[in-house]
Every structure is written in structure tokens, then in C-alpha cells.
Nanobody, 130 residues
Framework: QVQLVESGGGLVQPGGSLRLSCVAE????????TGWFRQKPGKEREAVSC????????EYVDSVKGRVTISRDYAKKTVNLNIENVKPEDAAIYYC???????????????????????WGQGIQVTVSS
């Protein structure tokens, strides 16, 4: 079965750290630029960050810039999203997604990124509370 699977969500305290992982089943995630998105209740899905196949990262949300790190773990074949100093407004369902076609870099604009997403993960809930 070809799919993306997110892990690492759950309850995070304000000021704490959030680490999410995305793994591909049925294909090699190293071959695809991979983005992380989030959707808050009543809001549209927004792009957080994207990692290209050449380890170039792009951030899209001003509210997480300086607090977010996206990375690839080539041994585990995952793309990870770390958010430091987590804030209540970081609570959302987080999704990973791959950019199509294989090898395409991450677009610099969020609107362009959304147009080239080929596959979405099922999403994982992140709750921020003390």
C-alpha cells in the first residue's frame, strides 16, 4: 500500500518542543520534496515548511519562522518537523505531503506548493495545553 504516515503528535505543553515524523510506505520518500502542513479548526490548511530532495528547506508561515526546523533522516527515510517554543496557536492537525513529480523542488510560494502536492498523509493531531 502506497501511503504517507505521520507520527509524533499528541499533547505538547506551551514552551515545549514538537517533533513530527513522516514516513512513506510503498515508495522512497528520499525521491520527493516533502512538505508539512497544518489545519486549525475552522481554518484553511496552510503550508508550514517543505524539504527538497537536495536538503533545501523553505518555510511559509511567519508565525513559526525561527522556531521550525525541517530535516530528512536518510537512515530512517523520514522527513521530520521540529517546532521549538510551542505556542497555543500551533495546535492543529498536521499533515505531510509529497511534491509531484519526483525530484521537483519545493516552490517558494505557498500557493504554488499546494498545486503540486501529489499525496497527503492522513494527518495527526497536535494539542497544546498545560
Amino acid at each position: 500500500q502506497v501511503q504517507l504516515v505521520e507520527s509524533g503528535g499528541g499533547l505538547v505543553q506551551p514552551g515545549g518542543s514538537l517533533r513530527l515524523s513522516c514516513v512513506a510506505e510503498g515508495f522512497n520518500l528520499d525521491d520527493y520534496a516533502t512538505g508539512w502542513f497544518r489545519q486549525k479548526p475552522g481554518k484553511e490548511r496552510e503550508a508550514v515548511s517543505c524539504m527538497s530532495t537536495t536538503d533545501f528547506s523553505t518555510e511559509y508561515v511567519d508565525s513559526v519562522k525561527g522556531r521550525v526546523t525541517i530535516s530528512r533522516d536518510y537512515a530512517k527515510k523520514t522527513v521530520n518537523l521540529n517546532i521549538e517554543n510551542v505556542k497555543p496557536e500551533d495546535a492543529a492537525i498536521y499533515y505531510c505531503a509529497t511534491v509531484m513529480p519526483r525530484g521537483r523542488p519545493c516552490p517558494s510560494q505557498e500557493s504554488a506548493l499546494l498545486q503540486v502536492i501529489g499525496r497527503w498523509g492522513q494527518g495527526i493531531q497536535v494539542t497544546v495545553s498545560s
